[in-house]
């Protein structure tokens, strides 16, 4: 489960964020990529641990501890969640096939929904077949960003101090880490965690039967974090060996794409190309399987899984056909998912303290204070982000 999830850590939204803040602050903002994932780390295992001790998801411990009122409110934030982060994913895997094939926007859009429903429905031969899917898809990323590396030569001296030693030197690059936390940390997974593991809890009856497999999932969560941790981390790396070495400014996917052929030969740029194209389909996959488990679990409410499915991916397709510009639909998209995220944290938290629903899983005084100031950050943060957006 845990590999389904890390794909929401490198979707397109991240390269975007990435990209712009290796080239504008060379290694300066890699610390904001360590912090952001062992936050994510935090409130996975966490969302995990609340399937695996109720075997119930996210959504329906949220219709058992809260009013009618409160869910159905955090139902409409949760699925306009789904449909802005399926939005991202839906630009990115289009943007991918236009770059790699010189295929229109609205075309690509569309391809993107067919490979992106077809991955979603292969769900009805087994959960195993899609994280077998993605892993393919998350080794293609990975692979196509280790040759990046190689061909960049980056300064591994100053990646170390970076990557250890916050730095932030203007109100620019607040707002650009700002932006690379909204692309790391994603609401719509905090819902999913807690649903994939009940595929596996179910026949689990004893405590220390899941005991033993909440231990196994925080070595997945782990693994599965550090390699989208990687992935991210290689984005800023290139972006600054590359772009900021030759004082390029990059502010868009397509610049990137562009600007990687006459730097790094054309090799270099297909790999990029490859890389978002996996991305995207990977993460609107994991979009779409999110919406599906927010959809039915506030308000029991019955719908069909192709329905879910399409009621998160139409307004993906109609982005794409009207032909809005593509990066201020991504703008539009990290800014509902700011909005959203603490509306899946805070009931997170709420349910794994209580120790009525959670039995010998319940948070320890110290999770919870943790989890208090992770919950914090995030949000003031993310209003830092909302402020600068609209008012800056």
């Excluded at 845990?2 to 979707?11: G, N, Q």
């Excluded at 033993?212 to 600054?240: G, S, T």
């Excluded at 599906?292 to 719908?303: L, T």
């Amino acid at each position: 489960p845990a590999f389904i999830v890390s794909v929401a850590y490198i979707d397109p939204g991240n390269f975007a964020t990435n990209i712009i803040g290796g080239s504008k602050f060379n290694y300066d903002l890699l610390w904001v990529i360590l912090f952001s994932n062992l936050m994510a780390i935090f409130l996975q295992i966490n969302s995990a641990k609340l399937g695996i001790a109720t075997n119930k998801n996210l959504a329906e411990m949220c219709r058992v501890v809260f009013k009618k009122g409160t869910n159905i409110f955090l139902w409409i934030i949760a699925i306009l969640a789904s449909i802005a982060t399926t939005m991202a994913e839906f630009l990115g895997g289009a943007l991918g096939l236009y770059l790699l094939f010189g295929i229109s926007l609205p075309i690509a859009g569309i391809l993107t929904g067919i490979i992106t429903f077809t991955i979603v429905y292969m769900e009805k031969f087994g959960q195993k077949v899609i994280e077998r899917i993605i892993i393919v898809l998350i080794s293609i990323i990975s692979i196509a960003y280790i040759l990046e590396i190689i061909l960049a030569k980056p300064d591994f001296v100053q990646i170390g101090i970076h990557t250890l030693l916050p730095m932030i030197n203007n109100e620019e690059a607040l707002l650009i880490a700002v932006g690379m936390l909204g692309a790391t940390v994603m609401p719509h997974v905090i819902y999913l965690h807690s649903d994939l593991v009940k595929e596996r809890n179910k026949n689990l009856k004893t405590y220390e039967a899941r005991k033993h497999y909440f231990k196994m999932e925080k070595l997945d969560v782990i693994i599965a974090m550090n390699i989208a941790f990687i992935v991210n981390a290689a984005m800023v790396i290139v972006a600054a060996a590359v772009f900021y070495k030759q004082g390029i400014v990059v502010d868009s996917i397509e610049i990137a794409h562009e600007s990687l052929t006459p730097l790094l030969g054309k090799i270099s740029s297909q790999a990029f190309a490859i890389a978002l194209l996996a991305s995207g389909f990977s993460s609107s996959a994991v979009g779409a399987l999110a919406g599906e488990s927010v959809i039915d679990g506030f308000i029991n409410i019955k719908i069909s899984t192709n329905k879910k499915r399409l009621i998160t991916m139409i307004p993906s397709m109609l982005v794409l056909l009207i032909g809005i510009n593509p990066m201020k639909a991504l703008l539009l998209s990290q800014v509902c998912l700011s909005f959203a995220l603490p509306m899946a944290i805070i009931p997170l938290l709420i349910i794994t303290s209580k120790k009525e629903l959670m039995g010998k899983f319940v948070n320890t005084k110290l999770i919870n204070i943790l989890g208090f100031i992770i919950a914090t950050i995030i949000i003031v943060l993310n209003m830092v982000l909302l402020y600068t957006t609209f008012i800056h």
